[in-house]
């Protein structure tokens, strides 16, 4: 979202199909877009091996396990995994309305960021609805506290993202990633960032069922000598925090609208990142539902108008 907001929702244009892996079942997965009515909101369908179809609305109230990735779901066969990478560059572009039809268990994982999602998109193109688009205005902080991690909304006149992170192997170690999450800077320093993971987990990992997808084709890899093993290297410096970053850009989506503040976190992810949303989403007198005014196709941020929030509450559907 930028500081000139467009004041309509959108949809796709056309439908469009991507296929790859999914990066914890190792399922060869399908899936395609297709342009949604106005209020539609994001709606994942899942085609079941039966032939029945599960429709799963992502939204907060959806979110199941948050380990290792964002499910969306309370049951096995009535779930979708791995939605962050896709909601943040849905997010990001601002689509507000698309149905989202899924042969599979989870998102396929593509190279392990965005880019392929934002490529699909501007291959599709968006269309404006004659609907106005309401945001979520952050009007009072609120911070939660999860051992050494937290994280908080605060007022801002924009959409702000302060990610810390902060891992004792030196490769890493303490990165942040700061500034106004839009259209631009999400496809410029945000996007292409890869999930990553280390070498001595991988076992593990595969004896609980996960990871059975993954390889050096989408994500980055820490070697026991706390080297990347990917022979291509990290795309940015501080490829990790920008990944971490993407992460709560896709995770923070699921308010079910786009929202008006900063988050900043320190330690994060996908838990923290689903029970932080949902600590402002309880507090009515933390934030106020808004809308552009009438007869206008774009307007600033400080321009918006609240509307009736009781009416408008697309996270508890």
Same mark, same amino acid.
């Given at each position: 979202?930028?500081?000139?907001?467009?004041?309509?929702?959108?949809?796709i244009?056309r439908?469009?199909?991507?296929?790859?892996?999914?990066v914890?079942?190792?399922?060869?997965?399908?899936?395609?877009?297709?342009?949604?009515?106005?209020?539609?909101?994001?709606?994942?369908n899942?085609?079941?091996?039966?032939?029945?179809?599960?429709?799963?609305?992502a939204?907060?109230?959806?979110?199941?396990?948050?380990?290792?990735?964002?499910?969306?779901?309370?049951?096995?066969?009535?779930?979708v995994?791995?939605?962050e990478?896709?909601?943040a560059?849905?997010?990001?572009l601002?689509?507000d309305?698309?149905?989202?039809?899924?042969?599979?268990?989870?998102?396929?994982?593509?190279?392990?960021?965005?880019?392929?999602?934002?490529?699909?998109?501007?291959?599709?193109?968006?269309?404006?609805h004659?609907?106005?688009?309401?945001y979520?205005?952050?009007?009072?902080?609120?911070?939660?506290?999860?051992?050494?991690?937290?994280?908080?909304f605060?007022?801002?006149?924009g959409?702000?993202?302060?990610?810390?992170?902060?891992?004792?192997?030196?490769?890493?170690?303490?990165?942040?990633?700061?500034?106004?999450?839009?259209?631009d800077?999400?496809?410029?320093?945000?996007?292409?960032?890869?999930?990553?993971?280390?070498?001595?987990d991988v076992?593990r990992?595969?004896?609980?069922?996960?990871?059975?997808?993954?390889?050096?084709e989408?994500?980055?890899?820490?070697?026991? #000598?706390?080297?990347?093993?990917? %022979?291509?290297?990290?795309?940015? !410096?501080?490829?990790? /925090? &920008? *990944?971490?970053? $993407?992460? =709560?850009?896709?995770?923070?989506a699921l308010?079910?609208?786009?929202?008006?503040?900063c988050?900043?976190?320190?330690?994060?992810?996908?838990?923290?990142?689903?029970l932080?949303?949902?600590?402002?989403?309880? #507090?009515?007198?933390?934030?106020? %539902?808004?809308?552009a005014?009438? !007869?206008?196709?774009? /307007? &600033? *941020?400080?321009? $918006?108008? =609240?509307?009736?929030?009781?009416?408008?509450?697309?996270?508890?559907?």
């Amino acid at each position: 979202m930028s500081s000139d907001v467009v004041g309509l929702q959108t949809t796709i244009s056309r439908s469009i199909s991507l296929s790859g892996v999914g990066v914890h079942s190792g399922e060869n997965v399908s899936i395609t877009f297709h342009p949604a009515d106005p209020d539609t909101g994001i709606v994942f369908n899942r085609h079941l091996p039966s032939g029945d179809i599960v429709s799963v609305r992502a939204v907060s109230s959806q979110v199941g396990s948050t380990d290792l990735c964002t499910l969306l779901g309370k049951a096995p066969d009535q779930s979708v995994a791995t939605v962050e990478h896709l909601m943040a560059a849905l997010y990001a572009l601002g689509v507000d309305n698309i149905s989202i039809d899924l042969e599979g268990s989870e998102v396929p994982i593509m190279d392990g960021s965005a880019a392929v999602f934002i490529d699909a998109i501007d291959n599709a193109g968006l269309v404006n609805h004659s609907v106005k688009r309401r945001y979520i205005r952050v009007i009072k902080p609120v911070r939660i506290e999860m051992g050494g991690s937290w994280a908080e909304f605060t007022p801002h006149n924009g959409t702000r993202f302060e990610i810390d992170i902060d891992f004792e192997t030196p490769l890493i170690g303490r990165q942040s990633w700061k500034g106004e999450v839009t259209a631009d800077s999400f496809r410029r320093e945000l996007a292409r960032a890869r999930t990553f993971g280390f070498m001595r987990d991988v076992e593990r990992l595969w004896a609980s069922g996960h990871a059975l997808g993954s390889s050096l084709e989408n994500s980055v890899v820490i070697g026991d #000598d706390d080297k990347v093993i990917n %022979v291509e290297g990290l795309r940015f !410096r501080d490829e990790f /925090v &920008r *990944h971490k970053t $993407l992460d =709560a850009v896709g995770d923070l989506a699921l308010a079910g609208a786009q929202f008006i503040g900063c988050y900043r976190s320190y330690r994060g992810g996908h838990k923290l990142n689903a029970l932080a949303l949902r600590a402002l989403l309880a #507090d009515a007198s933390a934030y106020e %539902v808004v809308e552009a005014p009438a !007869r206008r196709d774009t /307007v &600033r *941020h400080g321009e $918006l108008v =609240a509307v009736n929030a009781a009416a408008f509450a697309p996270w508890a559907l």
